[in-house]
């Protein structure tokens, strides 16, 4: 049962979804060991597939056309594994073999693969089931471009599957998200590691790698950052623990 309450953003019917996705898959999978060992982790099975699989999977039902891959640990076994996946979905590398980027910097080292339009960006270690509707397409029709530079998809803390966090981001009955969570503190809502976002947000970048939070503090001081809650399953697929216990649970219907 759904615990969170509704975010008051007003959907554009018929709204197009974007054609090209990042995927976040550049990470070390440091809380994954030793199944990292020897794969990357975005290739660690659940249900039977790789995680990225299923990413690809969410993108193609949604109708993305294009999805920019970064990669560094182990990047030959990744890059041989994504771009098996041509036939649906156009493949494009954001080689981080030199030096890891992290979220943000990977972000700035894909901008000009990514274009100019805006753009789904999606962690490739994460699980989601839709429910009634699409996320990737409920997060299309809330796009609102005059008003937003990044649209997260949240889930309320308490329907975080496997994740043992304290919540990310408080938002107001708009939609809007106001704060990210004080120290000590509970907040309400979960980043799911799906989110939409504008070109213009990479901006004014540091030199080498930093997280994609300085972005979203920058939109969210603006109050330019919105939420939208999931309305399906969420699961957090970090650790070896994890697996059995998300599998069980798709299990269970």
């Known amino acids: 049962m759904k615990t969170g309450k509704t975010l008051a ?29 020897t794969r990357p982790k975005p290739l660690i099975k659940v249900a039977g597939k790789p995680l990225i699989d299923h990413v690809f ?8 056309k294009r999805a920019v891959v970064n ?3 182990l990047a030959d076994a990744l890059e041989a594994h994504v771009t098996r996946r041509v036939e649906d979905i156009e493949v494009v590398l954001s080689d981080e073999r030199a030096r890891l980027m992290e979220t943000g910097g990977g972000l700035v080292q894909a901008r000009d693969l ?3 339009k805006p753009f789904l960006c999606v962690n490739s270690d994460n699980l989601w089931v839709d429910g009634p509707t699409d996320a990737i397409r409920t997060l299309a029709a809330q796009w609102d471009d005059a008003r937003m530079d990044a649209l997260l998809l949240l889930v309320p ?29 509970l907040a309400p809502f979960v980043f799911t590691g799906v989110q939409m976002l504008s070109p213009r947000l990479i901006r004014d970048w540091p030199e080498g790698p930093f997280s994609t939070m300085l972005f979203w503090e920058r939109a969210i001081e ?17 650790t070896p623990q994890a697996i059995g216990a998300t599998e069980a649970a798709l299990a269970d219907g």
């Not at 999977?57 to 993305?64: E, N």
């Not at 938002?171 to 704060?179: E, K, L, M, N």
């Open 157 to 185: 803390l308490a329907d975080a599957h496997n994740h043992g966090g304290q919540g990310d981001f408080h938002v107001d009955a708009q939609g809007r998200i106001t704060s990210r969570r004080s120290p000590g503190r």
């Open 71 to 73: 990669v560094h640990y």
């Open 9 to 37: 953003i007003r959907p554009r019917p018929g709204a197009a979804v974007p054609e090209t996705a990042m995927i976040m898959a550049a990470g070390l999978g440091k809380r994954m060991r030793p199944l990292t060992a």
């Open 222 to 238: 603006a109050g330019r950052a919105y939420g939208v809650v999931h309305d399906g399953l969420w699961f957090d697929v970090g």
């Open 57 to 64: 999977d969410r993108l193609r039902t949604a109708g993305v």
């Open 114 to 116: 990514i274009g100019d």
